[in-house]
């Protein structure tokens, strides 16, 4: 879960430190209020510093949320590498590893993530962010399923990789609006990861 930071502290941190402390007040206000209450002002004021504290690690507000977006995704993406590590190498393992994986994202973390993506459409910086990181999730999904995809051209493999993503995202949105519960959403996308990355049956 989210480290919380509701109690503010101006005691002196280390830069680095008190840049997580901005990023986890500002995760805060998001989940509770929307993007649309996050300011760097409100956030200073809930981690207990001065607004020229904010400004000085961020600098704008678009730049709080671009790095507010980058943190969420670098800590799952971490959860998901340190998993995959201890998953048994059959593709339906490591399909339902993936699977559960992204829906646990999307439970704990979904509301703002999405939020911010929504709020920061048309940013460049955004986009950039956006297509790193798909770029980064894509890579680390080739590089599990590499093993069972020899049937597979590397360009077929990295295609395939994009749906999936794109049907995790709509399976995962369907998650968050209550329409279905967790564990059908990731035996979902389990399935169709196999059906997906898995070489074709023999001809009999």
Not at 44 to 49: L, Q, T
Not at 150 to 167: D, F, K, P, V, W
Request: hydrophobic share 45%; aromatic share 4%; net charge negative.
């Amino acid at each position: 879960m989210p480290q919380t930071f509701a109690v503010a502290s101006s005691r002196k941190l280390p830069k680095q430190e008190r840049r997580e402390q901005l990023l986890a007040c500002a995760q805060e206000m998001v989940r509770e209020e929307g993007t649309e209450a996050l300011t760097l002002a409100r956030v200073a004021e809930r981690a207990g510093v001065t607004k020229p504290v904010a400004y000085d690690h961020f600098g704008t507000r678009e730049t709080l949320m671009v790095e507010l977006f980058r943190r969420i995704d670098d800590r799952q993406t971490a959860l998901l590498v340190d998993t995959l590590k201890t998953t048994a190498g059959r593709i339906d393992a490591i399909a339902a590893t993936i699977a559960a994986a992204y829906m646990s994202c999307a439970r704990e973390v979904g509301t703002e993530w999405y939020a911010l993506s929504a709020a920061l459409k048309g940013s460049e910086a955004m986009e950039a962010v956006q297509r790193e990181l798909v770029a980064r999730y894509v890579g680390i999904w080739q590089d599990a399923f590499a093993p069972h995809a020899s049937h597979l051209t590397a360009e077929e493999l990295n295609l395939r990789c994009i749906g999936i993503l794109g049907a995790g995202e709509a399976i995962s949105l369907e998650l968050l609006r209550g329409h279905v519960d967790e564990g059908l959403a990731a035996t979902t996308l389990a399935t169709l990861v196999t059906a997906t990355i898995g070489a074709p049956a023999a001809a009999s």
